[in-house]
């Protein structure tokens, strides 16, 4: 799951990063509103954490813009303002849940994986296709009831092929599902994980559609 964190201080943004990738998430973090537009515009996100006061401007406008824009990616705003007037207007500005300063951070990431999954149109957290079974949020992952161990890449990748319902994603896409912003990521990473996953869970769990990319095949039964 790709998580952008929007926070002007940076120690904070530095310990929900670290924070949220070691709940096994993709996490960046952008410290400004024209970063933050920059970010949605242009990336892969699953979920948004966005502070209110920015130095640019402040994030209820930023939210609006781009609820206006058409951007529909979940929203948790996550600031010290905890007034009951504040939230009201945060949610009513189109944000998703909200969140106030200090917090947990198991919470939080359970949060984000709650809007995930809704905006997927889960109830629970299990996405499941005949024999498999897979737990975002844990990356557990059950073929005909026997536990798999997949890395935290491997789950990330399976999770956003069977959450896409069938439809084809991109290589820049699912690459963007499994590395932030500053990692280097070698010509060829892509395809490791691919590989591992048909390797434990058969050639069938990643169709190669050529020309526009790869999405989920199903497991022979």
Not at 149 to 164: I, T
Request: aromatic share 4%; net charge negative; glycine share 12%.
């Amino acid at each position: 799951m790709r998580v952008l964190v929007v926070e002007d201080d940076a120690l904070i943004a530095r310990g929900i990063v670290a924070g949220l990738r070691s709940h096994g998430l993709t996490v960046d973090s952008v410290g400004t509103a024209a970063e933050a537009k920059a970010a949605v515009a242009t990336g892969h996100l699953d979920v948004l954490v966005l502070d209110i006061g920015l130095p640019d401007g402040d994030g209820i406008e930023l939210l609006q813009r781009l609820r206006t824009d058409g951007h529909g990616v979940p929203i948790l705003l996550l600031t010290a303002r905890d007034a009951i007037e504040d939230r009201i207007a945060g949610l009513q500005a189109g944000a998703d849940d909200y969140m106030t300063k200090p917090f947990d951070l198991g919470e939080l990431a359970a949060r984000l994986h709650a809007l995930v999954r809704r905006a997927d149109g889960r109830s629970i957290d299990l996405i499941e296709s005949g024999p498999l079974k897979l737990n975002p949020a844990s990356g557990e992952t059950w073929l005909a009831g026997a536990p798999v161990p997949l890395s935290r890449r491997e789950s990330s990748l399976l999770a956003a092929l069977m959450a896409a319902d069938g439809r084809c994603l991109s290589g820049e896409h699912l690459k963007d599902s499994l590395y932030g912003y500053e990692q280097e990521v070698g010509s060829n990473a892509l395809n490791v994980h691919i590989h591992n996953l048909r390797r434990k869970l058969g050639a069938r769990v990643v169709e190669t559609v050529r020309g526009i990319g790869y999405r989920f095949g199903g497991i022979d039964q």
